[in-house]
């Protein structure tokens, strides 16, 4: 999409948070669900790729800020509500976190577990490259391009 200048802006990349032993989360509930509700909640979260700098988010009811810089995606099947916790990195809207939404309010606890899930997505991104066991461990912006491969399986 080009702008007045001449110049392009760079959409968003929705990613899938990737613990240490390569586990997603978002990516492992999504597959838990019902092949159709899979597709229609991964549909709603590819909306994050759209966003560019002059929209950087959904406005609400489909997204609210959290806490912070959390943010919260707000997905549905029918009448089933489910919520997606991310938070932006640059370029990256890293999917921490989701759930089937049953109270009013987001638990705590889903809170604290994306903000552990992004302390260890920073502290990994920001991470020098440092001898591990005898090799070199590669930071987690090392293998950039290997997030941005997010799809909707």
């Known amino acids: 999409m080009g702008v007045s200048d001449g110049s392009t802006m760079a959409a968003f990349h929705a ?7 390569g586990d997603e989360p978002v990516r492992a509930f999504l597959d838990d669900l019902d092949d159709e ?10 909306r994050l790729n759209l966003f560019i700098d002059t929209v950087p988010h959904l406005p ?11 943010r919260e ?5 029918g009448r ?20 089937s939404k049953r109270t ?9 577990l994306a ?11 920001d991470a020098p490259e440092a001898a591990t066991s005898g ?3 590669r930071p987690l912006n090392a293998w950039f391009a290997e997030l941005l491969t997010w799809s909707a399986r």
């Open 15 to 21: 990613v899938y948070y990737r613990s240490l032993d």
């Open 37 to 46: 509700v899979h597709a229609v909640l991964a549909q709603q979260i590819d």
């Open 60 to 70: 609400f009811p489909h997204s609210s800020q959290v806490d912070g810089e959390l």
């Open 73 to 77: 995606l707000r997905c549905h099947y």
């Open 80 to 99: 089933q509500l489910y919520r997606v916790l991310c938070r932006r990195s640059d370029r990256l809207l890293v999917l921490l976190h989701m759930f």
């Open 104 to 112: 009013a309010k987001i638990p705590a606890s889903d809170i604290d």
């Open 115 to 125: 903000q552990q899930r992004w302390d260890d997505f920073k502290e990994r991104m």
């Open 135 to 137: 090799r070199a461990r």
